[in-house]
């Protein structure tokens, strides 16, 4: 159980309903997620106009290929069950490709950097080198798409943050971070 109340959606707040419905146009469902940062509109905000910034720069299939290799390094069962179903059914990716993901790497080379990226990304904090820099930028990622790489991974740690912290009861096919080898 969340350890953080998780409000019904007609329990939000009055300034997240219009956020929330939205969101359920989008994705035909609110998932706990988002039901659970609507209890600050401020929040709630920040999230979904960070996300709808970044879906129009990187295609969706390296977007969600962050996002689970940032839920595996931060342990976020919630964010690894939402974007193992996010991967398979709306960016279609392959389970095999989705496992790589976990472990920070990717089948296409281009996504591999990128993912490897994000990755260091995380784990430093941000303090990566100048090796990374180029690695990255070798794969063919101008210095504007490292800077989208870095806000997807921003967007992808808030999530995993939250997540973590509320134990936000998992409304997606249950992925664990404890269980790479059995992933997707």
Same mark, same amino acid.
Request: with cysteine; hydrophobic share 50%; glycine share 6%.
């Given at each position: 159980?969340?350890?953080?109340?998780?409000?019904?959606?007609?329990?939000?707040?009055?300034?997240?309903?219009?956020?929330?419905?939205?969101?359920n146009?989008?994705?035909g469902?609110?998932?706990?997620?988002?039901?659970?940062?609507?209890?600050s509109p401020?929040?709630l905000?920040?999230?979904?106009?960070?996300?709808?910034?970044?879906?129009?720069?990187?295609?969706?299939?390296?977007?969600e290929r962050?996002?689970?290799?940032? *839920?595996?390094?931060?342990?976020?069962?919630?964010? /690894?069950s $939402?974007h193992?179903?996010l %991967?398979?059914?709306? !960016?279609? #990716?392959?389970?095999?490709?989705?496992?790589l993901?976990?472990?920070?790497?990717?089948?296409?080379?281009?996504?591999?950097?990128?993912v490897?990226f994000?990755?260091?990304?995380?784990? *430093?904090?941000?303090?990566?080198s100048?090796?990374? /820099?180029? $690695?990255?930028?070798?794969? %063919?990622?101008?210095d !504007?798409? #490292?800077?989208?790489?870095?806000?997807?991974?921003?967007?992808?740690?808030?999530?995993?943050l939250?997540n973590n912290v509320?134990q936000?009861?998992?409304?997606?096919?249950?992925v664990s *971070?404890?269980?790479?080898?059995?992933?997707?």
């Open positions: 159980m969340a350890r953080i109340a998780i409000p019904a959606l007609d329990a939000a707040p009055a300034a997240s309903a219009p956020i929330l419905d939205a969101v146009k989008q994705l469902v609110v998932p706990n997620l988002f039901r659970l940062v609507s209890i401020a929040a905000t920040g999230l979904t106009s960070l996300s709808g910034a970044l879906s129009k720069t990187l295609d969706v299939r390296t977007r962050i996002a689970l290799a940032v *839920a595996q390094v931060n342990g976020c069962d919630y964010c /690894l $939402a193992t179903y %991967g398979l059914n709306t !960016a279609r #990716i392959s389970p095999e490709e989705i496992t993901n976990r472990q920070g790497r990717s089948g296409d080379p281009k996504a591999d950097a990128a490897r994000a990755v260091k990304v995380t784990e *430093a904090r941000g303090r990566v100048e090796a990374d /820099l180029h $690695a990255v930028r070798a794969a %063919g990622y101008s !504007a798409q #490292i800077v989208d790489i870095v806000g997807v991974v921003a967007e992808n740690v808030f999530t995993n939250i509320a936000t009861d998992i409304d997606f096919p249950v *971070a404890d269980e790479l080898g059995q992933a997707a």
